[in-house]
């Protein structure tokens, strides 16, 4: 089997030859390259999705709290909201599951690099919602679902390929912005099953974080990450929208990520999670940084 | 670049906060301590660039410790790896190397460890996404990802030996994947390292530490799970 491509244009074509579905043909690739069967897979595929359903119930269960303080039970707070101002339930449950497993991850739980730990509640708290708010009757086992996983793996891997995963590497457009792009083309898929919908909204969805910083306070994985997984899963459903009303992204996603990746290798290393720029430099940055190398004196636990 | 696999996008699965300063450095350690073999009697872990400035809030002291228990990097213990080192009596000394040294990458740790008269060091890289590469064992220059089982065989340099092991690797029908022998100087002693698809069988390691220029060899098992 030719498992080798690049770019989507490649993929898409690819996997048109093949004759099998986008996410049939990536379960049948991950087969062959890691000397598997598709049963295997799928088992492997599930298995990470209940350990993201996992680690969203503790996000709900009890208010998730860093050693550094600076991760404080948004998602319970999200979680009790009674009277959310934006009235999509899909929206909200979005927002809240996205902080929610990145909050766990934050504070040291069992989550899913998705396609980073930083990152790690965007694609998740889409599939999530999508499936409390939408099919209610797919579970971790579900093929449905386990599809949608690997129509974002397709994505995250052409990103991958063609730029980088990695915030020190590329910014967080590569962290937060691709998780997001992975999310929308997943929700794109379910939606209609067509992997060229899920491919421009990813589209859509990364050019609009393009440039984005890594720039953490402390150099933790928590400002502005884990409220950042909330905005990007935004960011992902504004996309999912706008490809649904049949608007097209004008720039390909193969130039985009492209794109990406010129603006990553443009950006000073101080924006590329060395913690020497932006939200790291301000005063209250500093602060944490001070306290942490103190060894969070002021901390309730190690 | 070719895309890479599903898994290693989606994935790995890891104790948060954070792929390169957590999950990479419980594999690092898991892997010097599966080369080593044993729980070692004195361990030192020295943190580089990056590392060295953000260890505390990563949590990757306990990361490095549930690595040196031989807990795998999926393993929810990590979260406890203090206590557990406590309860098993192992000491780490926790070392920061803040001077950047243009020669590693930004997130490298070193690990030496000590015991039974032993002494093994390892140096390697968390290169983003919990993908680690060991550079060094020994002084040996080595890349090894963990993602694949993998063989090392520490000998002397002789004729035969890298065919002596590549042939009971072939016997026991384990597909090489990747192979790279680094020796010091000519005559003296040298490692091979094998990647390997799949488990090497027991015996087939016991063979090829009864090769007669073999002075070591030891299974180092895939960080995936």
Redesign the interface.
């Known amino acids: 089997m030719r498992t080798s491509f690049s770019s989507a244009a490649e993929l898409l074509a690819l996997v048109a030859a093949d004759g099998r579905s986008l996410p049939e043909w990536m379960v049948a690739r991950e087969a062959f390259l890691t000397g598997r069967d598709g049963a295997a897979v799928r088992d492997e595929i599930a298995r990470r999705l209940s350990i993201t359903r996992t680690a969203l119930a503790r996000g709900f269960k009890e208010p998730q709290r860093s050693v550094s303080g600076l991760t404080d039970g948004a998602a319970a707070k999200l979680h009790a909201l009674a009277e959310p101002p934006v009235r999509d339930e899909l929206w909200n449950r979005a927002l809240a599951y996205a902080v929610a497993i990145n909050e766990v991850s934050a504070c040291g739980g069992r989550i899913v690099a998705f396609p980073t730990a930083g990152s790690s509640g965007i694609v998740p708290g889409l599939l999530w919602a999508w499936r409390d708010e939408r099919e209610g009757d797919l579970t971790a086992s579900s093929p449905r679902l386990q599809d949608a996983v690997a129509v974002a793996g397709a994505i995250g891997a052409v990103i991958a390929a063609r730029a980088t995963l990695s915030g020190a590497a590329g910014g967080c457009q590569a962290e937060c912005g691709a998780a997001a792009a992975m999310g929308s083309g997943a929700l794109a898929w379910l939606a209609s099953g067509d992997p060229d919908r899920a491919f421009n909204a990813a589209a859509l969805s990364l050019k609009n974080s393009l440039g984005l910083a890594c720039d953490p306070v402390a150099g933790l994985v928590e400002v502005p990450c884990v409220k950042r997984n909330a905005f990007l899963a935004g960011n992902a459903l504004v996309a999912l929208t706008l490809d649904s009303a049949g608007v097209r992204s004008a720039v390909p996603f193969d130039e985009v990520v492209s794109a990406m990746k010129a603006i990553g290798d443009m950006m000073s290393p101080q924006l590329k999670e060395s913690a020497e720029g932006g939200l790291a430099m301000t005063p209250t940055g500093l602060r944490a940084k001070a306290a942490m190398e103190a060894g969070f004196p002021d901390a309730s636990r190690s | 670049?070719?895309?890479?696999?599903?898994?290693?996008?989606?994935?790995?699965?890891?104790?948060?906060?954070?792929?390169?300063?957590?999950?990479g450095v419980a594999r690092i350690c898991f892997l010097a301590r599966k080369a080593f073999g044993e729980r070692p009697e004195k361990a030192r872990v020295a943190f580089h660039g990056?590392l060295a400035?953000?260890w505390?809030?990563?949590?990757s002291d306990?990361a490095a410790l549930a690595g040196l228990l031989g807990l795998h990097p999926?393993d929810?213990r990590?979260?406890f790896a203090?206590e557990l080192a406590d309860r098993e009596g192992l000491v780490v000394d926790f070392v920061e190397v803040r001077e950047s040294d243009p020669g590693l990458h930004?997130?490298t740790l070193r690990v030496e460890l000590e015991g039974g008269g032993r002494k093994l060091s390892i140096t390697g890289s968390s290169?983003?996404?919990?993908a680690v590469r060991v550079e060094n064992v020994n002084g040996f220059p080595a890349s090894i990802s963990g993602e694949l089982d993998a063989v090392l065989v520490r000998h002397r340099d002789r004729p035969g030996v890298i065919a002596g092991v590549t042939g009971i690797l072939a016997a026991a029908g384990v597909n090489i994947a990747t192979a790279a022998s680094r020796r010091n100087q000519k005559g003296d002693e040298a490692l091979l390292v094998v990647e390997v698809?799949?488990v090497p069988p027991g015996a087939a390691l016991e063979a090829i530490k009864a090769l007669g220029e073999v002075l070591a060899a030891v299974h180092l098992p895939s960080v995936v799970s």
């Open positions: 670049m070719s895309a890479p696999a599903l898994f290693d996008v989606i994935g790995p699965v890891m104790i948060g906060p954070s792929s390169s300063h957590t999950a990056s400035a953000t505390r809030g990563h949590g306990k999926e929810e990590l979260s203090r930004p997130n290169i983003g996404g919990g698809d799949g």
